[in-house]
C-alpha cells in the first residue's frame, strides 16, 4: 500500500487545518490507518486511528475534542480534522497504514505504534500564536 498525505500547513492559535491521508493499491480497504505526529526533540505519538470498518478512535489526550478522524471507505482516505489548533500541535504529522488480520482489533492494538509498518512522507503543521 502506497500512502500520500496533503493539507498541512501553517495556522494562528485557534485555526483550523485538515489533513488528508489516501492509500492506494490493490488492497488498500484491507488497511487500518491513523494518523502519528511528531514535535521537535520529542517522540512520534499517535492522534488517532481508523479501522477498516470506517470507525475511528482518538489517540492522545492532547487533541481529544478538538481534532476528528474520519474515513472514507470508498477512497480509502483518512482525514484528520484540527480545529482550536494550539502551538504545542506543531509537528510533522505521519499517516500510516497497518495490514489487518483479525476480526477485532482493540483499541489499545488500533493506536500501537508497532503495528504500523507502511508510512507516509509527513506533512508539517506549524502553529504561531
Known amino acids: 500500500v502506497q500512502l500520500q498525505a496533503s493539507g498541512g500547513g501553517s495556522a494562528h492559535t485557534g485555526g483550523s487545518l485538515r489533513l488528508s491521508c489516501a492509500a492506494s493499491?490493490?488492497?488498500?480497504?484491507?488497511?487500518?490507518m491513523a494518523w502519528f505526529r511528531q514535535a521537535p526533540g520529542k517522540e512520534r505519538e499517535v492522534v488517532g486511528a481508523?479501522?477498516?470498518?470506517?470507525?475511528?478512535?482518538d489517540g492522545t489526550d492532547s487533541v481529544k475534542g478538538r481534532f476528528t478522524l474520519t474515513r472514507d471507505k470508498a477512497k480509502n482516505t483518512v482525514y484528520l480534522q484540527m480545529n482550536a489548533l494550539q502551538p504545542e500541535d506543531t509537528a510533522v504529522y505521519y499517516c500510516?497504514?497497518?495490514?489487518?488480520?483479525?476480526?477485532?482489533?482493540?483499541?489499545?492494538?488500533?493506536?500501537?505504534?508497532?503495528?504500523?509498518?507502511?508510512w507516509g512522507q509527513g506533512t508539517q503543521v506549524t502553529v504561531s500564536s
Open positions: 481508523c479501522s477498516v470498518s470506517g470507525s475511528c478512535i
Open positions: 500510516a497504514a497497518a495490514p489487518r488480520r483479525s476480526i477485532f482489533v482493540d483499541a489499545s492494538e488500533m493506536l500501537r505504534r508497532g503495528r504500523y509498518n507502511y
Open positions: 493499491g490493490r488492497t488498500a480497504s484491507s488497511y487500518d
